[in-house]
Nanobody
Framework: QVQLVESGGGWVPAGGSLRLSCEAS????????MRWYRQVPGKQRELVAS???????DYADSVKGRFTISRDNAKNVVYLEMNNLKPEDTAVYYC????????WGKGTLVTVSS
């Protein structure tokens, strides 16, 4: 059973930066794909960034040029560096790991004030 724990959320003024981390435990396998999603109450969860181990990264258009996803593959840790944050980035951010099935973390709240 894979467990994912996110950290690094918080409050930040518009234009600020945050770095989210997500560590996977419960497996010795190298997780092929790790992603970040976000969700605002009343809206669907949306994909923010995706990282395939040894492969390309992909971003939602709304965060391209501002967010960067990276991984420590040896530790099954994924990061999301978020710069020039905007109020519309306010959401709960979830980490996911694809290892046969999709696993999810419990999320970390990011609040960007205007």
């Amino acid at each position: 059973q894979v467990q994912l724990v996110e950290s690094g959320g918080g409050w930040v003024p518009a234009g600020g930066s945050l770095r989210l981390s997500c560590e996977a435990s419960g497996t010795s396998a190298r997780i092929p794909v790790m992603r970040w999603y976000r969700q605002v109450p009343g809206k669907q969860r949306e994909l923010v960034a995706s990282s395939a181990r040894g492969g390309p990264t992909d971003y939602a258009d709304s965060v391209k040029g501002r967010f960067t996803i990276s991984r420590d593959n040896a530790k099954n840790v994924v990061y999301l560096e978020m710069n020039n944050l905007k109020p519309e980035d306010t959401a709960v951010y979830y980490c996911s790991a694809l290892l046969g099935i999709m696993y999810w973390g419990k999320g970390t709240l990011v609040t960007v004030s205007s």
